[in-house]
Each structure stands twice: as structure tokens, then as C-alpha cells.
């Protein structure tokens, strides 16, 4: 693999958002010929951003099972019936031992993830000591961890967190037949209280879902006009996981899951943009094109937090193949 490293990213946490966007202009990107929306997307990923460099990020789930809330989408939600136990959460000497492992492979970034509504004190008791013990191997951290108040964040801040996934999922006016115990605004809120805190925010949501195309415009609009707009941008593709509400479905036709990447990557030009969930089903020249519309970070490892992912060697082989390599970390 290709070892060259270069840095063409800004600074975190200096960016204002000077261009505002309203729903109907996104999705008049939406709604561009293909190669018109595709050559916007490479002008901008360009002018910001290595090309051929994409960021690795491993997850892991340090609490599985069991939650609370009743996200449509999940597989870890008590209301459904998924086959996902009810785990304790892990060990920190585990926790350690897995972000050992994937730097070994080649990930810049860990993301520790726990099916909460939000973290217990005690909880965060845990948390805190992974995140400093992950961040002592050199590794940049991510946690998610559900809904946070001003004190956990305050916790994660001072334990030398980089990031904090907390995902918008959806379009508000979609929101609603996804997820009925906790609202919008309560999202809003956590993403406040992280940026305040000084930590990078990382957010997205989950296209396929049956949202409407207005929906999915909604969606970038929202994510592209928080000021300033997220580092990081995890754009799922639905997995449906049999035993979830979702789980039947309509595909989403792929060119539309590649526009998405493409509108989030123009309106969000300095932003990581993650081809997330849902690689596992995307063949090759799919998840090329999403390159080629601007996604620079996927998720790296066999494992999401409860679903496969492509394992190391097919993603090692396919950056080859595009001549593309790790933007962080060291690769072998
Ligand atoms: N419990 C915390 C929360 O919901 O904020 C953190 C973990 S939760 C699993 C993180 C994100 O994973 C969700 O916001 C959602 O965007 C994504 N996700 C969960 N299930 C998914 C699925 N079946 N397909 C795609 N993305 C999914
Ligand atoms: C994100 O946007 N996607 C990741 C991560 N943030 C935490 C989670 C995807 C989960 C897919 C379903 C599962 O494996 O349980
Ligand atoms: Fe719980 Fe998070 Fe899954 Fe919602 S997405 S059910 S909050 S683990």
C-alpha cells in the first residue's frame, strides 16, 4: 500500500460557516445530472482535501444490547426483537487491547460506542478511563454514548476526548416515525453542550429509511447549517437488521446513497465525510464512486457495533485498487 501522507485538512475547530443552505437548495443538488453533481463534489473535495487519502476509523461497541430507546433502525433497542443480548459493558484492559489492535491495522481513529439513552455516573466512571488509556497509544478518540449533560461533557472534555459522534439521523419533519422517546431538539442540545466544551463534533445520519428526497435534503441542511458544521459526517446507508421496524424496507437505489455523499461533501467542503454503514453491501464500484464524490473516512474492522463491516484485507485490497491510502496512522 501506497504510504504517503498529506495533510491537507484545516485545522479542527476553526472553521465558520459563512454559506447558509435552505432545503429546496439542496435538493436541487439532489436533483443535478450525475457527472454535473459528481464534478461539483470533486471541485470541492479538492480544493480541501488529498483525494486519495481517507481516514480510517475503527469502532467498537463497549456496551451492547439492552437500550432504552426505540430507534427504528436498531438492532440494540429493548423494543425489538433483533437477537442482540443484553451485554455488560466491556473492560477497560479490553477496550485498550481492541484500539491496540486496530492500530496495528492501520486506523487513525477509535470510536467507542455504547447503547445508552445516556451515560450514568457511573458509567462515565469507565468511559473516562478508556478514552485516556485509548488516547495514550496515540490514537484520536470518538465516543458515543447517547445524550450527555453539561458535566459528562465536561468529563470527556477534560479526559482528552477529540470527538463525539451524536447523529441528527434524519430530516426533523421525518424524525418522528423513526423515534418516539427522545426528540430533535434533545440532539440539538448535546451537540451544543459538545461544541461549547471545545470538543470536535461528529455528525450524520441514516439515509433508506423511507425518508422522502425533501427529507434527505432536510437532513444535509441541517447538518451543513450548525455554525459551524461538523468535522466528521457518518452517512449510513439503513442496515436492516431483521426484528427491527425498518428491517423491510425499500433499498435505496445506490446512485441515490452516492448523491447523498456527493451534497454533503458540497455543502460541507472542509468536513470528513464517512461512507459509514452499509459498505458491507455495496459493491466496489459503488463505494469507488463514493470516493469519487467526496467521502474521505470509512469505517475500518469487521465489526460495526453490531453488524459486519468488510474486513481488513477486501478494504486494503480495494484502496490498492483505487490507489488510495490512510490518511492517518501508519499503515504497513
Ligand atoms: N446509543 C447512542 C445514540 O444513539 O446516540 C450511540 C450509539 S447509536 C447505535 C449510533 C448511531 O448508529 C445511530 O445514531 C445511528 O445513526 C447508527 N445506526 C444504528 N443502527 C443502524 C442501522 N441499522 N443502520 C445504519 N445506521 C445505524
Ligand atoms: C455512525 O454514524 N455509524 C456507526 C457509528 N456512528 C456509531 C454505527 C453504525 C451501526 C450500524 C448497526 C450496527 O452495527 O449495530
Ligand atoms: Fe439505543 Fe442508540 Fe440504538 Fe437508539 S441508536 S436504540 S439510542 S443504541
Redesign the pocket.
Same mark, same amino acid.
Given at each position: 500500500m501506497n504510504t504517503q501522507t498529506i495533510e491537507f485538512a484545516r485545522p479542527i475547530n476553526q472553521v465558520t460557516t459563512t454559506q447558509r443552505w435552505n432545503v429546496p437548495d439542496v435538493e436541487a443538488l439532489f436533483k443535478l445530472p450525475f457527472a454535473d453533481l459528481l464534478y461539483r463534489a470533486q471541485q470541492t473535495h479538492r480544493a480541501h482535501f488529498d483525494p486519495n487519502a481517507v481516514q480510517l476509523s475503527t469502532?467498537l461497541s463497549i456496551k451492547t444490547g439492552g437500550c432504552t430507546e426505540d430507534c427504528g433502525y436498531?438492532?440494540?433497542s429493548a423494543f425489538h426483537s433483533a437477537g442482540v443480548e443484553n451485554r455488560e459493558m466491556l473492560a477497560v484492559s479490553a477496550v485498550v487491547k481492541a484500539a491496540c489492535a486496530a492500530q496495528q491495522k492501520g486506523a487513525g481513529r477509535f470510536?467507542m460506542?455504547a447503547a445508552w439513552r445516556e451515560p450514568t455516573d457511573e458509567d462515565m466512571e469507565s468511559v473516562v478511563k478508556m478514552v485516556k488509556a485509548v488516547r495514550e497509544l496515540g490514537m484520536e478518540t470518538c465516543a458515543?454514548l447517547g445524550m450527555l449533560n453539561d458535566e459528562q461533557t465536561e468529563q470527556l472534555r477534560a479526559a482528552g476526548l477529540d470527538y463525539y =459522534?451524536h447523529?441528527l439521523d434524519t430530516a426533523p419533519e421525518f424524525y418522528g416515525n423513526i423515534i418516539s422517546t427522545r426528540d430533535y431538539q434533545d440532539r440539538l442540545d448535546t451537540l451544543e453542550r459538545v461544541r461549547k466544551a471545545g470538543m470536535s463534533i461528529c455528525s450524520?445520519g441514516i439515509v433508506g429509511m423511507g425518508e422522502s428526497l425533501t427529507q434527505r435534503a432536510g437532513l444535509i441542511a441541517q447538518l451543513a447549517n450548525m455554525n459551524p458544521y461538523p468535522e466528521s459526517v457518518?452517512i =449510513?446507508n439503513l442496515?436492516r437488521v431483521e426484528g427491527t421496524p425498518l428491517a423491510q424496507t425499500a433499498e435505496l437505489d445506490p446512485l441515490d446513497f452516492v448523491r447523498t455523499i456527493a451534497v454533503a461533501r458540497i455543502t460541507m467542503p472542509t468536513a470528513h465525510v464517512r461512507l459509514?454503514?452499509g459498505r458491507q453491501q455495496m459493491s466496489d464500484a459503488v463505494q469507488a464512486l463514493c470516493f469519487l464524490a467526496g467521502a474521505n473516512s470509512i469505517?475500518y474492522g469487521e465489526q460495526?457495533?453490531?453488524?459486519g463491516n468488510p474486513d481488513v484485507g477486501a478494504d486494503r485490497a480495494l484502496l490498492d485498487k483505487l490507489g488510495m491510502y490512510p490518511s492517518t496512522g501508519k499503515p504497513e
Open positions: 469502532l436498531c438492532p440494540q470510536c460506542g458515543t =459522534n447523529n450524520g457518518p =449510513n442496515v459509514s454503514a469505517f460495526l457495533l453490531t453488524t
